[in-house]
Every structure is written in structure tokens, then in C-alpha cells.
């Protein structure tokens, strides 16, 4: 009979709060290194993050990025004013959405592991990665109770388990990435609602899941600063919003606003007579006529326009002409 192993000593746990707003706080085992908060990037925009590092540095535990923005999708009236994928736009008051289109959970926690997680490792494996359906499910649960009429909240969310080797050793994770596109008034916004994961040696992949799964359940958001933030956000989103409303009925009661409907309908019109189709060169910013017929429209560096009736790329050297109404 093969002798028992030693039972791993008990983890002892200590409550850790965010040294920066007092924002939240998170159990955390004791004499582990422990960074990170709530950052706070415009008066709307905070992020949180915290990382929990074992004192021999083996064990890395993360919650939450401070690198990851929010994101807008893209779509034409951006493209049109050059804010094109991968591009930052600026709604006003230091918030700074990436253009990006929006990543399902499972996708982005696949992502984030190979960009950032293992960077610098070698010989990556994804042994496991799948759909979460049933977080899901309790996060729809969750945000129903507090959902606001005209807003279309959707969440995916997935996992990843992966292998990797870093000076010479081989190390073992998991992460958890839950994505949240939210829809309002013709505006698509999604970010990385819920990130979570580790990395630690073979031998203390199991101590290292414990750890994680204990500072998850035990985080907590501070009442007081709750209530804070809902009045800042509150604020803000009433300026914002009356702000784009006034300069609103201002621009429709310009006489440029009503002779640019005039130069619209005549566009539509010539276009028709002629057979042609006007596209837009989002890389830089110019509208040309082509002529009509095809479903999808193509250029490449050279200036050559392809048509095509299906969603097809003729080459790789050629980018997607965006279609005017």
C-alpha cells in the first residue's frame, strides 16, 4: 500500500480592500502578495482588478483587467467619420470606447490566455475550452431584476483550461471570461463583465483552483461607495444625455441640416437614373460611385473595385467598401 501523502497545510484567509476607493473587497490568503483596485479612468468609466500572487511567486491569481476598455461595435455613421475598427472614439467627458466588434465569453477567454496570460511561455495547449450556458443563466438571472426598459443586455460566457511551459516547467490554468453587449438607442457597447482565472505549477494546480474559487465567491462591493457612483453615474449620464439633446435641436433646425436632406434625396436620385451606388473607403475616408448590381463591393491597394453578390473577400488584398443607403 503506497504511503499517504501529505495533506497540503490550510489556507488561512484574510480580507483585502481596495486601497484606492475602498471600492471592494475580497478574502485573499494570508501572506500572499496582493496588487491592484479600482481604477478609474473618467467618472463613468472604473475598472477593477486584483492580483494575488502566492510568496514564492508560483500561484498567480487574477480578478479583472484595468487594461480592458469598454467597446463599442462598429457600424456605418462611425465608419463614415473614420473611428473604423481598432480605433479609439471619444463620446465626450474622458470616457474612451476601442471600436471592436463584440466577442463572445468563451472566444475572449481563449484570447486572453494566448495574448496575455501565457505570453511568454511556450508550447501553449487549450485542453479545455467550452460554452458556459448555465453562468449564463444565473447572470440573466441576476441583471433581469434590474434591467431598464429600451436596454438589450446580452452575456455570453465561457472557460478555458490550457498547459504551458515557462523555464522549463510546466504550468497549468484556467480562465473564466463573461462578455456583456448591451444595446440602447442605436448604440452597441459590450466589455469583459466578468474575468477570472490562475496559472501555477502542475503540483499546485490544485491549491491554486481553491484559492481562486474562494477570493471569487467572497468579493463584496462597498455600499457606501455604490451609492457614491450611483450618483456620479446618475449625474453624469443626465448632463451627457441633455447636452446631446440641446446640440440636437439645434443641428435640426440648421439650414444646413435641411438642405443636406435636399442633397440626399437628390444623390438617391441620380444614382437610380445612372445605375450607380455610392460606397465609402473607410481607410481613407472617401465616398466613390460604383456601378450597381452587387450585394458587397471591394477595393484593393491599386484602386481596383470588385463586386460581388456574397460576402466573399476575392483576395486578401482586398478591404470591404461600406455601402451608403
Same mark, same amino acid.
Given at each position: 500500500?503506497?504511503?499517504?501523502?501529505?495533506?497540503?497545510?490550510?489556507?488561512?484567509?484574510?480580507?483585502?480592500?481596495?486601497?484606492?476607493?475602498?471600492?471592494?473587497?475580497?478574502?485573499?490568503?494570508?501572506?500572499? *502578495?496582493?496588487?491592484?483596485? %479600482?481604477?478609474?479612468?473618467?467618472?463613468? @468609466?472604473?475598472?477593477? #482588478? !486584483?492580483? =494575488?500572487?502566492?510568496?514564492?511567486?508560483?500561484?498567480?491569481?487574477?480578478?479583472?483587467?484595468?487594461?480592458?476598455?469598454?467597446?463599442?461595435?462598429?457600424?456605418?455613421?462611425?465608419?463614415?467619420?473614420?473611428?473604423?475598427?481598432?480605433?479609439?472614439?471619444?463620446?465626450?467627458?474622458?470616457?474612451?470606447?476601442?471600436?471592436?466588434?463584440?466577442?463572445?465569453?468563451?472566444?475572449?477567454?481563449?484570447?486572453?490566455?494566448?495574448?496575455?496570460?501565457? *505570453?511568454?511561455?511556450?508550447? %501553449?495547449?487549450?485542453?479545455?475550452?467550452? @460554452?458556459?450556458?448555465? #453562468? !449564463?443563466? =444565473?447572470?440573466?438571472?441576476?441583471?433581469?431584476?434590474?434591467?431598464?426598459?429600451?436596454?438589450?443586455?446580452?452575456?455570453?460566457?465561457?472557460?478555458?483550461?490550457?498547459?504551458?511551459?515557462?523555464?522549463?516547467?510546466?504550468?497549468?490554468?484556467?480562465?473564466?471570461?463573461?462578455?456583456?453587449?448591451?444595446?440602447?438607442?442605436?448604440?452597441?457597447?459590450?466589455?469583459?463583465?466578468?474575468?477570472?482565472?490562475?496559472?501555477?505549477?502542475?503540483?499546485?494546480?490544485?491549491?491554486?483552483?481553491?484559492?481562486?474559487?474562494?477570493?471569487?465567491?467572497?468579493?463584496?462591493?462597498?455600499?457606501?461607495?455604490?451609492?457614491?457612483?450611483?450618483?456620479?453615474?446618475?449625474?453624469?449620464?443626465?448632463?451627457?444625455?441633455?447636452?446631446?439633446?440641446?446640440?440636437?435641436?439645434?443641428?435640426?433646425?440648421?439650414?444646413?441640416?435641411?438642405?443636406?436632406?435636399?442633397?440626399?434625396?437628390?444623390?438617391?436620385?441620380?444614382?437610380?437614373?445612372?445605375?450607380?451606388?455610392?460606397?465609402?473607403?473607410?481607410?481613407?475616408?472617401?465616398?466613390?460611385?460604383?456601378?450597381?448590381?452587387?450585394?458587397?463591393?471591394?477595393?484593393?491597394?491599386?484602386?481596383?473595385?470588385?463586386?460581388?453578390?456574397?460576402?466573399?473577400?476575392?483576395?486578401?488584398?482586398?478591404?470591404?467598401?461600406?455601402?451608403?443607403?
Amino acid at each position: 500500500m503506497p504511503a499517504a501523502q501529505p495533506a497540503e497545510p490550510a489556507v488561512r484567509y484574510v480580507r483585502w480592500s481596495d486601497p484606492r476607493e475602498n471600492a471592494f473587497s475580497l478574502e485573499v490568503p494570508a501572506g500572499w *502578495r496582493v496588487t491592484g483596485g %479600482l481604477f478609474r479612468f473618467a467618472s463613468v @468609466d472604473t475598472r477593477g #482588478a !486584483v492580483e =494575488a500572487a502566492s510568496p514564492d511567486g508560483q500561484i498567480r491569481i487574477t480578478l479583472g483587467d484595468a487594461e480592458l476598455p469598454t467597446f463599442t461595435e462598429p457600424n456605418q455613421t462611425l465608419a463614415m467619420t473614420g473611428f473604423t475598427e481598432g480605433r479609439w472614439y471619444s463620446p465626450g467627458y474622458g470616457v474612451q470606447f476601442l471600436v471592436r466588434r463584440y466577442t463572445p465569453g468563451t472566444a475572449f477567454a481563449t484570447e486572453y490566455v494566448r495574448t496575455k496570460v501565457a *505570453r511568454g511561455c511556450s508550447e %501553449l495547449s487549450l485542453l479545455d475550452t467550452r @460554452d458556459r450556458p448555465d #453562468a !449564463v443563466q =444565473a447572470i440573466n438571472a441576476v441583471n433581469a431584476q434590474y434591467s431598464a426598459v429600451g436596454v438589450s443586455m446580452v452575456v455570453t460566457a465561457g472557460e478555458t483550461a490550457f498547459t504551458c511551459r515557462s523555464s522549463g516547467r510546466m504550468l497549468r490554468g484556467y480562465y473564466f471570461a463573461g462578455t456583456q453587449l448591451t444595446r440602447t438607442q442605436g448604440v452597441s457597447l459590450w466589455n469583459v463583465q466578468y474575468l477570472f482565472g490562475g496559472i501555477a505549477p502542475a503540483d499546485k494546480t490544485a491549491q491554486g483552483q481553491v484559492v481562486l474559487e474562494h477570493m471569487v465567491r467572497s468579493f463584496e462591493l462597498n455600499p457606501q461607495w455604490v451609492g457614491m457612483q450611483q450618483n456620479i453615474t446618475a449625474n453624469t449620464s443626465k448632463i451627457v444625455s441633455r447636452t446631446h439633446q440641446e446640440i440636437s435641436n439645434i443641428i435640426s433646425d440648421t439650414y444646413w441640416s435641411r438642405q443636406s436632406v435636399m442633397d440626399e434625396l437628390s444623390r438617391r436620385r441620380s444614382n437610380v437614373t445612372l445605375g450607380l451606388e455610392d460606397v465609402i473607403d473607410t481607410q481613407y475616408g472617401r465616398q466613390i460611385k460604383v456601378e450597381s448590381g452587387s450585394n458587397y463591393y471591394w477595393i484593393d491597394h491599386t484602386g481596383t473595385i470588385v463586386g460581388t453578390d456574397t460576402y466573399t473577400r476575392p483576395n486578401l488584398d482586398f478591404r470591404e467598401l461600406i455601402r451608403l443607403p
